[in-house]
């Protein structure tokens, strides 16, 4: 590209700018950023109600953190299938996918916090990358198994008559 002619840069700047404007207001980046904030409202909410059952209505803190956990996971699938994927239908199969990925990734988390500090990490260090690979495995499984979007189908790849 020629810079010295006096539009070159400024429409290969102004190019540029609109290519990222376009790439920021995307579907996908627009998910993203409402999937964080749907876990760290649900973390704080998380903490909120675990107050409230254990240090309000005294219940025992195993039992509370069940119910917490539960009640949690069950509104964050709502929210997020709402909020941050857009879909006005919920289903069974979503709610325990979503509940089999929160498994998947607390199996993450405690793997990586418990094995780490075997070979001399600190163990907040270990937990600390614990929780970035239980929010890598959960933002995978959130796009590209829960809520994929289905790829149309291409009029090429159709059933043949024969079906052949």
Not at 37 to 62: E, W
């Amino acid at each position: 590209m020629d810079y010295r002619r006096s539009d070159g840069i400024g429409s290969h700047v102004r190019t540029r700018v609109e290519e990222l404007r376009s790439l920021v207001a995307s579907w996908r980046w627009r998910a993203i950023v409402r999937w964080f904030a749907v876990a760290i409202g649900s973390s704080l909410g998380s903490l909120g109600l675990l107050y409230l059952i254990k240090g309000v209505f005294l219940i025992p803190l195993a039992v509370a953190t069940l119910l917490v956990a539960e009640i949690s996971t069950i509104l964050r699938f709502f929210v997020t299938n709402l909020w941050v994927f857009d879909r006005t239908a919920s289903s069974a199969k979503g709610l325990w996918q979503f509940h089999c990925a929160n498994a998947g990734g607390f199996a993450i988390w405690w793997c990586i916090s418990n094995l780490l500090p075997r070979y001399g990490v600190h163990y907040m260090v270990a937990a600390t990358a614990g929780i970035g690979g239980s929010t890598g495995f959960n933002i995978l499984t959130s796009f590209f198994w829960i809520w994929r979007k289905e790829q149309p189908v291409n009029a090429n790849s159709a059933a043949r008559p024969d079906g052949k």
